[in-house]
């Protein structure tokens, strides 16, 4: 170990720059993910509580099994393709916002 | 013996391809950092295809139909929660790992606590999750095997499939290659969708036939149950098979076994059936962020915008895949009844296999053709998943469990015999464990391994990655107890399953017979062994928070540059940074 652990202390390696970073990245994560439980916590209470709407016919299948046999793909695609577009612009404008810091302090 | 020369000579083609087409990858690549290398330079369709291939198991291929078909609608589960895992692991986990630059779960248990005593902890679950992963992997060889050789007892389907795997592993074959993982994704993919499609023409489409099916009160079915139209003969359905409104309905005979075992009434078994509902989901969800091998390929992409790329192809290409495994459940069960009264090998599991073969008295030899199709498909998900599993469990074996505890100053030739040795160590144990749970369905034991992985490295990863706080005592109390316990669940469950077996099994366990009056007596804690999940995750963040705040003081020194390289973007240059302070400090 050297002999300080924390030799820098420019913005990159800042607490504060960690705490926004994690913040930020968590925030997008867990609202893909509520969108995401929100279908998984969702259907089945939706059967326990409403079966006969479930059971409804939709061209032979039931909707729960329409739901959960078909559509339930579509639906996680475009949460996924969401959070990749997402993270990416996070990403760019996390290196964005340093690179200006840098110059910032640079000067 | 009636052996259809069709269905051989399909099935033979793809074994041979695939030992094939492993030697010579393995040729072209020899070391461990060649294989990783070896994916940078593919393209991102390669790369989504071999993920893909290497994702898609037995329990994909066959028993999602089977379940589907004796279990009906809570088995659709399954197929969603493998696909969708995969979503819960882009979102939380594997962004972070792949910028750390851990390749296994044990290299990143060792770096992010620096602590290689970790590193050994950490590699007994991979074996642990692994034998668990390769039991419904056997019972996959040996009902495909006993359905293309007619009264071939399933064990030796199991030893005949384990020991070539196995030989192939240990002679140098079968690395995980990209462009084999690869071409078994698209095998697969044609074997499960071209008979479905020609089948869905014969036999009317997805919704027909699930309408055959009616709850009481419902207006007459659409189709009749018949193999010939024109004659209209139905098939009846036996006494075993689940009804109509049950095998339909939600909360129908998989979640319900255990109420009904004990007597409890539909409105008792409701809110329990709910219960394993969502035990289940959370064990599949959290399971697939914490299999061990899947998280390796994230890193054999370019950078991290091409990682998310993959990702997306990834979660296109087994999404397309699930939606098919189901029909052939539905159709199974208009159209092939009789497996209802089967169990073991010649039980709902061998569906997707046998269906096929019904159209043979329209269409003559497209029949054989199609089901040769299905069981070289079924060849390329046992022996893709089987091989990766052996090649992860004997790394860990013999490069960590031998190369580091037992002999640490062994030498390189001293560890490619151990590497061979562990290979065939560990393809014995699973060709016997597989001999033994013929009676459990396949898509069962899979769920069962990833309870194991969500109550152990889930908890590990994600905790390490989103908490600065953690520290190594805290990981390895949440991870043993909560591992460990989910495993033991499993384990009393199958024990108890197979001693209700008629056959060889159930006199072989015979001994743990006793157990299933303790589950009729209790059901809810028959729910709770049986998918452990619920309480296991739980019971792991829970420890793992409480042991990591009493031992504060042990949190890495230099926690903040390890949670920087784990969320900072890779342009920033971090890791690199990380890298040449932590060989600074060592020297």
Redesign the interface.
Known sequence: ??DD??PHDDF??S?E??HS??KR??RL?IA??VA?LLL??GL??L??FQ?EL??T??????L??LL???L??PY??V???T??RK??AL??S??RE?RETQRGSAR | MNVDPWILTLSAITVVVTIWMGFRSAKSSKSAADFFVAGRSVSVGWNASAISGEYLSAASFMGIAGMVMSSGYDALWYPVCYACGYLFLLLFIAGPLRRFGAYTIPDFAEGRYDSPLFRKIAVCFVLFIGFFYTMPQMKGAGTTLAYIFPGLPYWVGVAVVGVVITLNVALGGMKGITLVQAVQYWIKMFAISVPIFVLLAVYGGYGKNLSVNQAPGESAPAIVRTVDGDHAVPKPLPEKAPKDEAWLSPFGPLTTKAAKASGLSPEEARPLSLLYTFSLVAALVCGTAGLPHILVRFYTNPDGVAAKRTTMWVMILIGVFYVFPPVFGVLGRNFLPELYAGTGSKGTDKVVLELPVLIREKYGILGSILSGITCAGAFAAFMSTFSGLLVSMTGALAHDVYGRMIRPGASPQDRMRMFKWCAVLVGGVSVLLGSLVEPLEINFMVGQAFAIAAASYFPLLFMSVWWRGMTMPGAVAGMLTGGLSALAAATVVNMSTLALDKGPMGKLFSGFAGINDFWIAHPLLRILSEQPAIWAVPLSIGLMVIVSKATRAKVPADARMKMLVLHAPEALGLKQEYIEEHQGAAH
């Open positions: 170990m050297p652990p924390n990159i390696h607490d720059f960690l970073l994690m990245q968590l994560s893909c993910a995401f998984l916590l089945p209470l059967n326990y079966p479930m059971a016919r939709v061209g032979g299948f039931t729960s099994w959960l046999g078909v339930v793909f996680v695609w949460i996924a393709g959070f990749i993270s990416i990403e760019t996390e290196v340093v």
